[in-house]
């Protein structure tokens, strides 16, 4: 006596879950436009770039040029480079000993503002301030003279009173100031110089830093500062001392790479640990500053040396070879998918067109939102993936096929053999994910962008599966064509491998 098999009942409406898919490409399709993102971004090796390399020199006395400097310079400025986006950047140190150089090369027109971003040094410090005066030098005007600050060395005075904060050589900032030193500076602009203490707060000190735009003006955008537990008290302690004193030495400068960025008047102490910095920003400023300040200064200062554009014609080619490669590979899928499968290769069609046209869409969103470049190993990671979604197509297939043999109608089929295949694609593409997220995190240069790109599109496949491939194949099991078992409908007895049942006469 045959046992009976159970009709598996549907795991949801297709209808919706198709509803849900187009809702997503709709929501990338607008944001994209919105976003005016129109072509993916390039990598280095596809488009070009600059590279730029630069020469390590000691900032000061007690950081000399070592190998182990070097290295924590490449950390940070690789860091740096990295928080501005999935960019593809390569930051490298050639050569050997102390005589190794950092070599950073950056896709696009954007070259110039990391390699300047990532060349600063970025020694914050907070300073009293003893005595200011106008930035210009104008000995026939005895109102802009300086006055002597007390308490300050004739040398101090002496360079105080001729410093021209109007030439721009004045204003280079060399991050070289020794934090125990009175230090003369200028202001960014050039219209204020000061004399100032010894540092009491270092950039060290800094636990956070954001870019924001200021609650009171509400377009000015600054960069917000939280201190460590040593910060916070060294801070709380200047801050208390000064506000009782007379102008300027009311004020607390705070002065980058060797420039004072702001310098004001403290009303109250200040214990909270929090502070935050305002200098006429813009945006970029705000961001690109707030960056160099969250990974710490470089240990050595950079003189810019060789700076070259990097061709992508020997990229273009790899490119077109690797384009031929994937679209070789994609078309035996698709081949054999359609020989093997028959009229259910339809599904494998579909779905790969709905993959590859959210994995753009996705490119195109975060080519804007994040700084994602497609690099010759991103596509890589692409062309790998389709071999993942060519797996959980056929997993799933061949639990349909089994349901089948067993006695079940196709609508059953369908139903109980996603039940059992889920299982199977949610781990094989999980394995995929975890491995990708390894690699992201642990590699560098390239290799992160074969991660991030193999990772993203094996979601994309988990995604497509899960509210397109099972309810389409749901919806064209209702179909005749497929139920009845037509020989072309990929569900035939001989497609399936059921064996003919024997017949026998009696006489």
Not at 123 to 133: D, I, N, S
Not at 361 to 371: N, R, T, Y
Request: hydrophobic share 45%; proline share 4%.
């Amino acid at each position: 006596m045959s046992t009976p098999i159970k009709t598996v009942k549907s795991s949801g409406r297709p209808g919706r879950s198709l509803a849900v898919l187009a809702v997503i490409i709709l929501a990338l399709l607008v944001t994209a436009l919105i976003q005016g993102a129109t072509a993916v971004r390039l990598g280095l090796d596809l488009r070009g770039g600059t590279s730029v390399t630069l020469q390590p020199r000691a900032s000061n006395d007690s950081n000399k040029i070592t190998s182990e400097a070097i290295d924590q310079a490449v950390s940070i400025i690789r860091q740096r480079v990295n928080s501005l986006g999935v960019a593809e950047s390569e930051v490298t140190a050639q050569g050997s000993g102390v005589n190794r150089q950092i070599v950073i090369s950056v896709p696009g027109e954007s070259g110039r503002r990391v390699v300047d971003l990532v060349g600063q040094t970025a020694e914050l410090r907070f300073r009293q301030v003893l005595a200011t005066g106008p930035g210009v030098v104008n000995p026939s005007d005895t109102s802009t003279a300086a006055t002597p600050a007390a308490g300050v060395s004739p040398e101090v005075n002496s360079k105080f009173a001729s410093i021209d904060c109007t030439n721009a050589t004045s204003r280079e900032g060399t991050g070289s100031d020794n934090p125990g030193d009175t230090l003369v500076a200028c202001s960014r602009d050039g219209g204020t110089k000061y004399i100032l203490a010894p540092a009491e707060v270092l950039g060290r000190d800094i636990s956070k830093a954001a870019a924001g735009i200021a609650s009171q003006s509400g377009n000015q955008w600054i960069v917000t500062l939280e201190f460590n537990g040593t910060g916070t008290k060294n801070f709380g302690t200047l801050t208390s001392r000064v506000t009782s004193l007379g102008s300027p030495m009311n004020q607390v400068a705070i002065v980058l790479d060797g420039l004072v960025v702001s310098a004001p008047v403290i009303n109250e102490a200040i214990p909270s640990g929090n502070a935050q910095i305002s200098g006429s920003f813009s945006a970029t400023e705000a961001q690109d500053l707030a960056n160099v300040l969250k990974y710490g200064a470089l240990p050595l200062a950079f003189d810019r040396g060789e700076v070259q554009q990097v061709s992508p014609t020997l990229g273009a080619d790899q490119l077109k070879a690797g384009l031929l490669a994937g679209f070789l590979g994609l078309g035996l899928v698709l081949i054999y998918s359609l020989l093997y499968y028959r009229g259910l290769g339809i599904v494998t069609v579909g779905s790969l067109a709905v993959a590859g046209g959210l994995i753009y869409l996705l490119f195109l969103v975060l080519g804007k939102a994040i700084g994602f470049t497609l690099t010759l190993a991103g596509i890589a990671g692409a062309i790998v993936a389709i071999g993942v979604t060519a797996d959980s197509f056929i997993v799933y297939f061949e639990r349909i096929r089994d349901e089948a043999r067993e006695g079940r109608s196709l609508r059953s089929a369908v139903e109980s053999g996603w039940v059992k295949a889920r299982h199977t694609i949610i781990v094989a593409d999980s394995v995929s994910i975890i491995a990708a997220i390894l690699l992201y995190f642990f590699a560098v240069g390239g290799v992160r962008g074969f991660a991030f790109t193999l990772g993203l599109t094996t979601l994309v496949d988990l995604l497509v599966v899960f509210i397109f491939t099972k309810p389409l194949v749901t919806v064209l099991a209702k179909l005749k064509f497929y139920s009845s078992g037509h020989p072309l409908s990929g569900f035939s007895a001989k497609s399936i491998g059921m064996k003919p049942q024997s017949s026998s006469v009696e006489a």
